[in-house]
């Protein structure tokens, strides 16, 4: 695999997601509540050319964007509720609340959802070019933060329901999720040393 070929769409394509991710921010959203989150999600990943299935387990915030068919699935896990009353102007380092009182994402998943599913339209497009098979998901799980639906039971619900991902999908879905955190921390070093 051309890593490189990877890199240079990530970063070409690095405005549109950071666009993303500071609107998710903005948003600002609580468990079961990312409705916005969710519909800006979905609009990008329909332009990508994903098909998208949502309401998921009959939680409307959740949706699975999906591309191409058969073995192998690789899916890329993504969340983006925000937290109560942690509201916080970016870039500063201190606490500062935007709206006191307010939500925010003191957990930073607003990179981490916008990050899986970058990782997941730079695989789609990678598959795409080099004319390689399979199948890519991007799930989109509501609630990690104190709704129980996110992580770990929303993709138990997916298990249980007629939208079962495969047995593959189901080992690397976590993996996957700690691979786009780890790649988006790498792409923001890359980026403070100007590389
Ligand atoms: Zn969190």
């Given amino acids: 695999m051309n890593i490189q070929k990877l890199w240079t769409w990530i970063d070409q394509n690095g405005e549109r997601f950071e666009a993303v991710s500071d609107a998710v921010w903005g948003f600002a959203e609580t468990c079961f509540t990312e409705y916005q989150s969710s519909k800006l999600q979905r609009e990008v990943?329909?332009?990508?050319?994903?098909?998208?299935?949502?309401?998921?387990?009959?939680?409307?915030?959740?949706?699975?964007?999906?591309?191409?068919?058969?073995?192998?699935?690789?899916?890329?896990?993504?969340?983006?509720?925000?937290?109560?009353?942690?509201?916080?102007?970016?870039?500063?380092?201190?606490?500062?609340p935007l709206t006191p009182g307010g939500n925010g994402h003191a957990c930073g998943h607003n990179l981490l959802g916008t990050g899986s599913m970058e990782a997941a339209c730079a695989v789609k497009q990678y598959m795409e070019a080099e004319?390689?098979?399979?199948?890519?998901?991007?799930?989109?799980?509501?609630?990690?933060?104190?709704?129980?639906?996110?992580?770990?039971?929303?993709?138990?619900?997916?298990?249980?329901?007629k939208k079962r991902p495969s047995k593959q999908a189901d080992r690397i879905t976590a993996l996957l999720m700690i691979l786009s955190i780890w790649a988006e921390a790498l792409r923001e070093s890359r980026w403070n040393a100007g590389i």
């Fill in 45 to 96: 990943m329909e332009q990508e050319g994903f098909r998208i299935t949502t309401p998921v387990c009959g939680m409307d915030t959740a949706f699975i964007a999906e591309y191409g068919s058969g073995a192998p699935v690789i899916a890329f896990l993504g969340e983006n509720d925000a937290l109560p009353a942690q509201s916080q102007c970016a870039d500063v380092a201190e606490p500062k």
């Fill in 131 to 161: 004319g390689i098979s399979g199948t890519i998901r991007y799930y989109a799980c509501p609630a990690e933060e104190g709704g129980g639906a996110g992580t770990s039971d929303c993709t138990g619900n997916l298990r249980r329901s």
